[in-house]
Every structure is written in structure tokens, then in C-alpha cells.
């Protein structure tokens, strides 16, 4: 008899923990899903990387396929946002390796990057570029004078 | 789409040799499982010798798919008509109310799918490390030319500390790589599908090898515990290599589980040594994981099997060497310069607080606090019971090279030459992540099987059951 009220216990104790875990596990999974849900709406595309790609495609055209390219920017590359816009930018010109503007020796070709309007065409020269194309959305293609 | 062909042909080539290496009388459960770890293995280590011998290009990818597959399958049909070898018995469920946590299952890892969708549709390429690291030598390692060098030198992203890696190893990148080469195109949806893959394969992996060690109610357990933590869960769509670690893990852990009950199974410890090397295939941590796993084999294989392991772990440990040495140059931003000072870091009190404290804090926010899965744990261990010691064998002997892993890990960031502030933030929820799968195998085969705690369904009822 103690066995058998053991055994049980021992099955009653499977049975309902099974069920509790089970349904803890569903409600936690579905709050995780809103959580997600809930993040993408609010910052989709947080670093920026699927715009980057979108506004690189008309200096991609342009650029070599492959080989060491120039990075000029108005952001510095040190800053968090600076970081971000280059990492981006290395990820959508891949296979060509992005360089900073001072890299010796300098790179043939030259990708702007930039965050606001200026004058692109004296930011590349001051840099001993020059102006290929302006493809918009400040990315700018430049080539060595 | 021609990509997605690739991961799914270079999969069931993997599920062919795995199986075909398992030998007859293992479960193909297992095997469909292992399929992609292996594949995207065996795959990625031919595709960097190719590279580094620049004779790579979308034929040659192409026939290694083929040729994987043509092996496998002639090596599966041959070990078909072997003899020998035991047909494994899974144990049957005696209670109806298993169906619940069918189910509970099946919506957990529906809603994980649902997780890293949303993820992927509102990020295509990825989190920080995703776009910045993986994603980006997979873009290197698909170009033509020679270009994929670049993966591997440390003017990548501009030598920026924490964003370049040339040491990292080439598992993930190699076979995302291969993938855009075979199709042409290098489409995010690639990297996206194999992210959101190896964490249902991690699942598929445990649920199998759970449910032939322990029966399938201790799988399904396993499984819900596995996917409860959100730091698993939103690392399915990250599409970093983090997942696909822990998925080296669990399966020389389930392997070599599998082989302590069918010691005459060699080919179970020639492909949990195979697992072992691609571990630091994968990431660097897979290091410290694979020595300890070294060490723990030899130990429970001291009677035989020693060799069978080794031929497994020899061949992508050596490619991970001759990469490390031949190929990489650089050195990682956030290693201590040198052993003085990283002992001098280790004398410091506050950096070991800094740590411990961040290891506790994630630890806490790895799930919410109902469902938190050392919650799930505690009560299941509550119901189960441990075996009684007799039963325990050396199954906790598994333990050992995931937690070694994880003890590495933790006197890194002790040391690490980051700010040790960002350095843990950003790492320690991924690096929770890593040992958990395989640490769950050794738990759960540490307790009872849970038809063991149930009554036998009498033949009336089972007849009834079949009606």
C-alpha cells in the first residue's frame, strides 16, 4: 500500500508540475514575442544598417568590386554614432574595404558619408579628392586627384 | 533563393554522415537533427581550405554540396546493410496529459519563429555584432577574387576596437559565405533563415537526443526550459554565432551521453569529437570547451574509443589552427596584452564585482521572473527527483567542459582590456546563453525519468488508447 500511495504521489507530482511548467512556458514566450513585436515597431532598423545598404546602391555601382576605398565623413568615426554609420556603410560596400580618410597609402576611390548638406566637393578636395558623383542622401563618390 | 537551396542540400548531407556515422540502431531523429551542425561544418571547413588555396567560385561550392551529399548517402547505405549495431528504445509515455506539453511545446518554439521574424523583418541584417562581424565576413568570404583576406586582417571596420576580429573563426561566416556565393546574390534572408535555424535545430537537438537517453516527456521538459529564457529567444534572430556555439555543445554533450550507453557505438565519439572541434570553428570560447572536452573523453574513453574521438576532433581543430596561425594576423583588442597584466587585473576586487555583479543581474533578467527557467528547474528537479547514485553513472562528467567554457569566459571579462562596464553589458546575456543547452542534457539525465514516477497503463486501457 505504501508503494502503491508513493507511486502515486510521484505520478500526481509529474502530471502537475508538467502542466505548470507548461503553461508558465507559453504566457513567458508570448510576452517575449510582444516584447520583440514591441521593439521593432518602435526602432525598426535600430543601427541603421538596411537604410545604409538602400542609400549605397548608386555609389556600389560605381565603386571597383573589390579593393581598399576611403572613408570620408563629417561624423567622427570615434563616436557612438560616427561608429555606427561606418559599420554600416563597411557592411553594405563589402567586399570593399573601407579605410579612414588618412589611410597611406590612399586609396584611388573615395565613399562620402555624411550627415548633413555641405559643400561635399571642398571636403573631398581638402582630402586631395574629387568629386565623381553625389548619388544623394549624402553619399558621395570620389576619386583620387 | 538559390542560397536557401544551398543551407538546406549542405543540411541533409550533414544528416546523411551523421547518420552513417552514428551507425545502425541509432535514431534518425538524432540524426535529422545533427544535420545542419554537422553540414554547415563539414561545409564551411572545405570552403576555407578552397578559399585559402584560391580555387573557390560557385561551381566549386556547388560540388562541395554534392559531394558531401553523394557521401553521406553511400556511406549511410553501407552502414544500412551492416550488421550489428541495437535498435534504441525510447521509453513511452503513460500518461495522456503528455499531449500538454506537446502542445506547450509546439506553441514556445511557433512563437520563437514569430520572435526572430519580427526581428528579421525590422532588421534585416541583423543586431551590432551581426552586421558589423558575421555578417560582414560572410560578404568577404563570398567575394570573388581575393578579397575574402580581408575577413581575416585587422584593417577590417578600420582596426575599431570590439569591431574587428580578424582571429574569428569561420564556421557561421564560412557557410552564410558559401551560401551567397552559390546564389550570386548576398540576400539577408540567408543569414536571417540560419539564425532562426540553428536555435530550432538547438531545440530539435536536445528534444531527440533527450528523448533517447531519457524518454519523451524529459525531451519536452527540456525543450520548454530550453526556449523559456528571453536572452535564447531574441538571439534566435540576431544572427550571430552565439546559438550556433551552444549548438557544438549540446551535441558532443547528447553524443557522448548516447555513447556512455552503447560504448561499442565508436562512431558516436568520432562525431562528438568532430562536434568538439568545430566548436572553436564557430567562436574563440569554443576553445577552452574543446580542450576540456579533449580531456573528459579521454578519460571515460580510457578503455577504448580514445582514437575514434580523436578522428573526429583532429581535422577541424587543425584547419582552426592553421587559420589562427597561417591566415589570421592581428590580435583581439580585448585580450590582456600580456600575462602580467592580466594578473594584475585579476588582483583588482573591483573588477571580479564588477562581473560577478553584471553575471548576477543578467542571470536574473534571463527570463521573467514566472517562467524564469531556474524556476522551471527547481520544480521539475522537485517532481523528478535525482537518480539514486547507483544510476548516475558519468554522465555529470558532461558537465564539465561547458562549465570550463563558461569559467574562461567569466575570468575574461575579469581581464578583459575593454570598458569592463560595456564589456560585460554587451556579452555576459549571449555568453549565459552558450553552456545552457548541453547543461540541461547532464540535468536532466541526472533525474528520474518521469514515466518512472507514473503508473503502468494496464492492458485495458492500452487497448483502448489503440482503439
Given at each position: 500500500m505504501a508503494k502503491t500511495g508513493e507511486t502515486a504521489r510521484g505520478a500526481w507530482r509529474v502530471i502537475s508540475v508538467t502542466l505548470v511548467v507548461s503553461a508558465l512556458a507559453v504566457p513567458a514566450a508570448l510576452e517575449s514575442y510582444d516584447v520583440s513585436k514591441t521593439l521593432s515597431e518602435q526602432s525598426p532598423d535600430a543601427f541603421g544598417a538596411t537604410r545604409t545598404h538602400a542609400r549605397m546602391a548608386g555609389a556600389i555601382a560605381l565603386l571597383p568590386e573589390e579593393g581598399e576605398v576611403a572613408y570620408l565623413t563629417d561624423v567622427g568615426v570615434e563616436t557612438t554614432a560616427g561608429t555606427a554609420a561606418f559599420l554600416t556603410a563597411q557592411n553594405a560596400l563589402a567586399p570593399r574595404l573601407l579605410v579612414k580618410a588618412n589611410a597611406k597609402p590612399a586609396p584611388l576611390w573615395a565613399v562620402g558619408n555624411y550627415s548633413k548638406p555641405a559643400d561635399f566637393e571642398a571636403f573631398g578636395r581638402e582630402r586631395g579628392y574629387e568629386l565623381v558623383r553625389d548619388t544623394g542622401n549624402g553619399v558621395v563618390v570620389y576619386r583620387r586627384k | 533563393m538559390l542560397g536557401l537551396l544551398f543551407v538546406l542540400l549542405t543540411s541533409v548531407a550533414g544528416a546523411f554522415l551523421a547518420k552513417a556515422a552514428m551507425g545502425r540502431g541509432q535514431a534518425w531523429s538524432v540524426a535529422r537533427m545533427l544535420g545542419p551542425g554537422i553540414g554547415a561544418g563539414v561545409a564551411s571547413l572545405a570552403f576555407f581550405l578552397l578559399r585559402w588555396a584560391g580555387v573557390a567560385n560557385a561551381a566549386v561550392v556547388w560540388s562541395i554540396a554534392v559531394v558531401m551529399l553523394t557521401a553521406g548517402v553511400v556511406a549511410w547505405r553501407r552502414t544500412k546493410t551492416a550488421a550489428g549495431g541495437r535498435e534504441a528504445v525510447a521509453a513511452k509515455p503513460r500518461s495522456e496529459w503528455i499531449w500538454v506539453a506537446r502542445v506547450a511545446v509546439v506553441l514556445s518554439l511557433a512563437l520563437l519563429v514569430g520572435d526572430a521574424m519580427t526581428a528579421y523583418s525590422a532588421?534585416?541584417?541583423?543586431e551590432w555584432d551581426a552586421f558589423s562581424i558575421w555578417d560582414l565576413r560572410a560578404r568577404f568570404m563570398a567575394a570573388?577574387?581575393?578579397?575574402?583576406?580581408a575577413a581575416a586582417r585587422p584593417g577590417v571596420n578600420a582596426g575599431l576596437a570590439g569591431a574587428s576580429h580578424p582571429g574569428y573563426p569561420l564556421l557561421l561566416s564560412g557557410w552564410i559565405g558559401m551560401a551567397w556565393m552559390a546564389d550570386g546574390e548576398m540576400e539577408s534572408v540567408v543569414p536571417g533563415t540560419v539564425s532562426v535555424l540553428f536555435a530550432l535545430i538547438a531545440a530539435g537537438v536536445l528534444f531527440a537526443g533527450m528523448r533517447e537517453l531519457r524518454g519523451e516527456w524529459s525531451a519536452l521538459l527540456a525543450v520548454l526550459v530550453l526556449v523559456s529564457p528571453e536572452a535564447f529567444r531574441s538571439q534566435a534572430g540576431a544572427q550571430c554565432a552565439d546559438i550556433a556555439l551552444s549548438l557544438y555543445l549540446l551535441m558532443w554533450t547528447v553524443l557522448t551521453a548516447m555513447w556512455l550507453r552503447d560504448?561499442?557505438?565508436r562512431g558516436l565519439l568520432a562525431l562528438a569529437g568532430l562536434t568538439a572541434g568545430l566548436a572553436p570553428w564557430t567562436k574563440n570560447e569554443g576553445w577552452p570547451f574543446a580542450l576540456a572536452a579533449v580531456a573528459v573523453t579521454c578519460w571515460l574513453a580510457r578503455r577504448g574509443g580514445i582514437l575514434a574521438f580523436l578522428a573526429g576532433f583532429v581535422p577541424p581543430a587543425v584547419v582552426t589552427i592553421l587559420f589562427k596561425t597561417m591566415v589570421a594576423t592581428g590580435s583581439e583588442g580585448v585580450y590582456p596584452p600580456t600575462i602580467a597584466v592580466a594578473f594584475e587585473r585579476f588582483s583588482d576586487f573591483d573588477r571580479w564585482a564588477a562581473v560577478i555583479g553584471a553575471y548576477g543581474r543578467h542571470g536574473i533578467e534571463m527570463g521573467v521572473a514566472y517562467a524564469h527557467p531556474l524556476v522551471l528547474l527547481v520544480l521539475i528537479g522537485w517532481a523528478l527527483k535525482p537518480v539514486v547514485k547507483a544510476e548516475r553513472g558519468e554522465v555529470a562528467w558532461l558537465a564539465l567542459p561547458a562549465l570550463a567554457m563558461a569559467a574562461a569566459e567569466f575570468l575574461m571579462l575579469v581581464a578583459t582590456s575593454a570598458d569592463i562596464r560595456w564589456h560585460t553589458g554587451t556579452s555576459v546575456p549571449r555568453l549565459l546563453i552558450q553552456p545552457w543547452p548541453a547543461l540541461l542534457v547532464v540535468v536532466f539525465c541526472l533525474l528520474r525519468r518521469p514515466e518512472d514516477s507514473l503508473p503502468v497503463m494496464s492492458m485495458a486501457a492500452q487497448r483502448r488508447k489503440r482503439a
Open positions: - | 532588421s534585416p541584417d541583423g570573388e577574387g581575393d578579397s575574402w583576406i560504448r561499442d557505438q
